[in-house]
T-cell receptor, first 112, second 115 residues
């Protein structure tokens, strides 16, 4: 099945650094979502974006819905050890059409 | 409030054997999803239920996979017979249309290894 393209595939950073990752699609989506998955757990929703150009924050996380509706970006400021995990973007065609198309994931590792 | 419950958490079987996974969604959630997550990939939808009805099973390999949600609550996903390529994590999620955006809440998954 279709998977959205995420980059980078993995990141190795030091605690306190800022992180940026993005997600691109060949198709337009009307909702963009960002999830975090810890080992042995299911994905947990971090941020949902509903409008092209929208910029939304959740604590140290900020995400943007690209104007073309084919991409989205996630930034994490001042990373802390609990930020370690795999981040997935997901696109949804329309509110009420619940199918999510996930990205390939970005694995975040914090170097001590 | 209890989250989505899945069992077993791990399953190791030999190829050609049958296997079944069980999911109990969050109380009151009428929509239930089964996803498959291959190693190093994001989840991919297999089937979506609205109450008892399978409303999207286009990605379910129907020759060997089956699912049911008889009373609109718990659900079972079955593979018979299993193949080596079925090794993956099978995630169940649920959501409710009440109150606006219907966020999907995921269970911890069942990790299947086919030998």
């Amino acid at each position: 099945g279709q998977q959205l393209n995420q980059s980078p595939q993995s990141m190795f950073i030091q605690e306190g650094e800022d992180v940026s990752m993005n997600c691109t699609s060949s198709s337009i989506f009307n909702t963009w979502l960002w999830y975090k998955q810890d080992p042995g757990e299911g994905p947990v929703l971090l941020i949902a974006l509903y409008k092209a150009g929208e910029l939304t924050s959740n604590g140290r996380l900020t995400a943007q819905f690209g104007i073309t509706r084919k991409d989205s970006f996630l930034n994490i400021s001042a990373s802390i050890p609990s930020d370690v995990g795999i981040y997935f973007c997901a696109g949804q065609l329309a509110f009420g059409n619940e199918k999510l198309t996930f990205g390939t994931g970005t694995r975040l590792t914090i170097i001590p | 409030e209890a989250g989505v419950v899945q069992s077993p958490r791990y399953k190791i079987i030999e190829k050609k054997q049958p296997v079944a996974f069980w999911c109990n969604p969050i109380s009151g959630h009428n929509t239930l999803y089964w996803y498959r997550q291959n190693l190093g990939q994001g989840p991919e939808l297999l089937i979506r239920y609205e109450n008892e009805e399978a409303v999207d099973d286009s990605q379910l390999p129907k020759d060997r996979f089956s699912a049911e949600r008889l009373k609109g609550v718990d659900s079972t996903l079955k593979i018979q017979p299993a193949e080596l390529g079925d090794s993956a994590v099978y995630l169940c999620a649920s959501s409710s249309r009440a109150g606006g955006y219907n966020e999907q809440f995921f269970g911890p998954g069942t990790r299947l290894t086919v030998l």
